[in-house]
């Protein structure tokens, strides 16, 4: 079966530091990987998207970026992280047929001070 | 304003009350997911909808998708406590080539008073 992993589960972080969070899938090939936000635990916000290694759409400009180094692996980074950078990070995974579920992992909680 | 609307925001039931929560689209719905979410936590996967007039149903959660694929409403029968937690629709509203990208309501907060 198919699992999603995420680390750190939570991370504190100054403003102006580096980020990294990584996003690992286990149990299936080639697929599609997302990541989102989630701003005081309400809706979602699509940032990057990724169809293949080293294949990276952005949704929304921002202070931040996606690489995808390996297959099954998503990784969301940052140079110098902002105060707005603070939230709930969610990386998903689906198949590639069209109308396939979506499914989350854990996700990350970053709070940036 | 918002691409989907999830309504009502928040809900306090009584435990064993139905409830309804709706989502709602301008656009044409090409695949309409429900999750649940607790707080703190990942979302979890509760049902898909892709055609008109589709309905499913998981134990006491169905979720429906109107015949003009533009809302979708979440019923909850005999709600327990272990149903609190936020309800999240997720959507296709590009298709073709999207490539799975989903557009998210705001959630809605359910709370189950024993």
């Known amino acids: 079966s198919q699992t999603i992993h995420q680390w750190p589960a939570t991370l504190v972080q100054p403003v102006g530091s580096p980020l990294s969070l990584e996003c690992t899938v286990e149990g299936t090939s080639n697929p599609n990987l997302y990541w989102y936000r989630q701003a005081a635990g309400r809706g979602l916000q699509l940032l990057f998207y990724?169809?293949?290694?080293?294949?990276i759409s952005s949704e929304v400009p921002q202070n931040l970026s996606a690489s995808r180094p390996q297959d099954r692996q998503f990784i969301l980074s940052s140079k110098k992280l902002l105060l707005s950078d603070s939230g709930f990070y969610l990386c998903?995974?689906?198949?590639?047929?069209?109308?396939?579920?979506?499914?989350f992992g854990p996700g990350t909680r970053l709070l940036v001070l | 304003s918002q691409e989907l609307e999830q309504s009502p925001q928040s809900l306090i039931v009584q435990e064993g009350k139905n409830l309804t929560i709706n989502c709602t689209s301008s656009k044409t719905l090409y695949g309409l997911y429900w999750y649940k979410q607790k707080y703190g936590e990942g979302l979890i996967f509760l049902m898909m909808?892709?055609?008109?007039?589709e309905e499913k149903s998981h134990e006491k959660i169905t979720a429906k998708l109107d015949e003009k694929k533009q809302q979708s409403s979440l019923h909850i029968t005999a709600s327990q406590p272990s149903h609190a937690g936020i309800y999240l629709c997720g959507a296709d509203i590009r298709g073709g080539t999207s490539y799975g990208k989903l557009t998210f309501g705001q959630g809605t907060i359910l709370t189950v008073h024993p």
């Open positions: 909808l892709q055609k008109g007039g």
């Open positions: 990724s169809v293949g290694i080293g294949q």
């Open positions: 998903a995974w689906r198949g590639s047929p069209i109308g396939e579920t979506q499914y």
